[in-house]
């Protein structure tokens, strides 16, 4: 039997196209992988959803629905029992303490009466002045005759500055007759020694009697400054010299004749302050117009009672001071004052050694409260009262 071709029915298209691949065929490692972990989330989600339901149909549970909601209600019974008791039933131990220590009770504090020594010492500030120009009068009416200064010039005290020519008419003789005139001369002296002001006579320029006709600038100088009540109420004397400091100039120096002058007139009418000076060395060098501090020394005592000024109402002569009374309330004593230094006061009688005061006068502000103002002489360092 002949052989049949088998081919010769094929497309040619056919026979070159590679041939498919096998379904069976074998998946490659990366593949398998990615098909695993798929696997596996699909897996714990059917798990957890599992879980999720199986918690719902069993319900919250008696721990949840009893147990919890106890135990919350017990803890917040025992805080609320606990604050009760510490507020409104203390231990006894409590009570002593809040017996023997109260809180509320506020001491106030004292001034001890001691011994000691104190120095009255008044500090005031002040100015340099010139000495007041002396005023050069004319001791006759009449007529210059003859001038022998002229104005700025140096004169010592007693020199001539001038004369005046006086004439007088003589009495009319036995028969009626009127002789010539008369005149006399007379010297006008300089009254102290210093610098010629203000000097513009001419001759025979007419003068009268104590007309003013110049003046003499001493060449002295003063230190100058006004001095206020309560100062004055410390200087219980008045002392014959004070110590006198100029910042920039030479060394303090002792400044003599002290003088006191209370104003009169219409400045005391006005309220101004008496005025205190006192005359510079003529070895001293100073200037018109430069700034100086007084400081004047009114008296010292050793071995007296003192007390600070804050104890005191008063301060000059008598005080009054306020004693821790029996009952609570302060008693009102009346003390004898003498000399301060500004920070303690001499207490002369009303009080003896170790008596104790109130430190501040009740119903005074506290001088140590602030410790911005407060005076380290009173308060100490730092505020606070220096015993």
């Known amino acids: 039997m002949p052989e049949q071709d088998h081919t010769a029915h094929l497309d040619p298209a056919q026979l070159d196209a590679p041939a498919a691949p096998p379904a069976h065929a074998e998946r490659s490692p990366r ?36 147990v919890l909601p106890m135990l919350k209600l017990a803890v917040g019974a025992a805080i609320a029992i ?23 009770v506020f001491e106030e504090p004292l001034a001890l009466v001691e011994r000691g020594s104190i120095e ?13 120009a002396v005023p050069v009068r004319s001791t006759r009416a009449g007529t210059v005759a003859r001038v022998d200064v002229a104005d700025g010039q140096q004169v010592a005290a007693g020199d001539v500055l001038y004369t005046v020519r006086v004439e007088s008419q003589p009495q ?8 010539p005139p008369t005149s006399r001369v007379y010297n006008v002296t300089s009254p102290a020694a210093g610098t010629l002001t203000g000097f513009a006579l001419l001759v025979d320029q007419s003068v009268d009697i104590a007309t003013e006709t110049g003046a003499v600038q001493p060449p002295q100088h003063l230190v100058r400054a006004d001095v206020g009540a ?51 060395p003529d070895d001293v060098r100073v200037f018109v117009g430069l700034a100086a501090s007084i400081e004047l020394v009114a008296g010292a005592a050793d071995d007296v009672l003192l007390l600070p000024t804050t104890a005191v109402l008063g301060s000059a002569d008598a005080g009054i001071v306020y004693r821790p ?61 220096a015993p």
Request: aromatic letters at 4%; hydrophobic letters at 40%; one cysteine or more.
């Open 120 to 132: 009255n010492a008044v500090s005031v500030d002040g100015t340099v002045v010139p000495v007041e």
């Open 230 to 280: 309560a100062e004055q109420y410390r200087l219980t004397s008045q002392p014959e010299t004070a110590t006198v400091t100029i910042e920039g100039g030479p060394a303090p120096f002792e400044c003599g004749g002290v003088r006191i002058v209370q104003p009169t007139g219409e400045a005391a009418a006005t309220g101004a302050s008496a005025t205190l000076s006192c005359t510079v």
């Open 31 to 66: 593949e398998a992988r990615r098909a695993a972990k798929r696997q596996g989330a699909l897996e714990r989600l059917e798990r957890k959803q599992l879980h999720r339901a199986e918690r719902a149909a069993r319900g919250p549970g008696a721990w949840r629905t009893w």
């Open 172 to 179: 009319p003789a036995a028969d009626g007759t009127v002789g």
């Open 82 to 104: 606990a604050l009760v008791k510490l507020a409104f039933f203390p231990t006894a131990e409590q009570a002593i303490a809040d017996e023997a220590f109260p809180g509320a």
């Open 325 to 385: 009374g029996a009952s609570g309330e302060a008693e009102e004593v009346r003390i004898e004052l003498g000399l301060t230094d500004g920070s303690r006061v001499e207490v002369r009688a009303g009080l003896a050694e170790g008596d104790e005061v109130l430190q501040f006068v009740p119903g005074a502000a506290d001088p140590c409260a602030d410790p911005a103002t407060a005076d380290p002489m009173v308060c100490g360092v730092g505020g606070g009262f």
